[in-house]
């Protein structure tokens, strides 16, 4: 499991968030725990694989948004999202 970090500009409001997090979904369908902050100007979320960040970037600024930076690290489940 992989955490990713997208450092985004440009998200204004919960609108924004919205559309960011449905267009990390479509890009990546394996995508868990999706989340958009315009507070923190970050996109959040988890995947299985580890993921493509130029694909990434792409689906980001086709958006209209300004992909900044992006970061992987491995992610370790705590027992509670267990299944
Ligand atoms: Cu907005």
Redesign the pocket.
């Known amino acids: 499991m992989y955490k990713v970090t997208a450092k985004i500009d440009g998200?204004?409001?919960?609108?924004?968030?919205a559309?960011i997090a449905d267009t990390i979904r479509k890009a990546f369908p394996d995508a868990k725990k999706v989340n958009a902050s315009?507070k923190h100007g970050e996109a959040t979320f988890l995947s299985e694989q580890e993921i493509d960040l130029e694909k990434l970037k792409k689906a980001i600024e086709e958006t209209g948004y300004t992909f900044v930076s992006a970061s992987v690290e491995p992610y370790k489940k705590r027992g509670l999202f267990g299944r």
């Open positions: 998200m204004m409001c919960g609108m924004c968030e559309h315009r």
